[in-house]
T-cell receptor
């Protein structure tokens, strides 16, 4: 099976609240992790990435946290907006380096209530 | 527009038939990846090409094949199609090989009837 999985298949939040989407991985050799957002009928869109030598990385309204001890990845979205409604996928570069390729989790559907 | 172009956007075909999906990577990207996304499923890695050569294989069926041409565009060939092959097929590209940030196309939706 996939080495990347998600704890919750769906997440519903109120507009303006913060969202946290979680992801577990099992391959300690993975050296790169990435979050994608997929809106209905569209291809996955890059949100933010992080390398294994970092614990935290921030973007615009998004933060990715990496806990290598427990092999856990999370995406935090601040002040969630209706436009954030989508399916979010985490992915890992399973074998690391130039020989790896991205392996995706099954996704979490985020619904934002106005 | 991500810069990765996939054609056609939609394809409806009968069981047993063969189809070809096409992908043009972003300008300057040497690596192309194919993924399959079935209903309620995540993105399943199929195959990767780097500068014309096969680099990695994932869960690709023997009925499926792909190639990358000298101009770096790629084609995914699906033959002896079954109902279960109905899915979204995505192409992604990156500058280098390896599992680093990909840019995805908008996909081809294949419906097998």
């Amino acid at each position: 099976g996939e080495s990347v999985g998600l704890h919750l298949p769906t997440l519903s939040v109120q507009e303006g609240d913060n969202s946290i989407i979680n992801c577990a991985y099992s391959n300690s050799a993975s050296d790169y992790f990435i979050w994608y957002k997929q809106e209905s009928g569209k291809g996955p869109q890059f949100i933010i990435d992080i390398r294994s030598n970092m614990d935290k990385r921030q973007g615009q309204r998004v933060t990715v946290l990496l806990n290598k001890t427990v092999k856990h990845l999370s995406l935090q979205i601040a002040a969630t907006q209706p436009g954030d409604s989508a399916v979010y996928f985490c992915a890992e570069n399973k074998n690391g380096g130039s020989q790896g390729n991205l392996i995706f989790g099954k996704g979490t559907k985020l619904s934002v209530k106005p | 527009d991500s810069g990765v172009t996939q054609t056609p956007k939609h394809l409806i075909t009968a069981t047993g038939q063969r189809v070809t999906l096409r992908c043009s990577p972003r300008s300057g990207d040497l690596s192309v990846y194919w993924y399959q996304q079935s209903l309620d499923q995540g993105l399943q890695f199929l195959i990767q090409y780097y500068n014309g050569e096969e680099r990695a294989k994932g869960n690709i069926l023997e009925r499926f094949s792909a190639q990358q041409f000298p101009d770096l565009h790629s084609e995914l060939n699906l033959s002896s199609l079954e109902l279960g092959d109905s899915a979204l097929y995505f192409c992604a590209s990156s500058v280098v090989g390896g599992g680093y940030g990909y840019t995805f196309g908008s996909g081809t939706r294949l419906t097998v009837v």
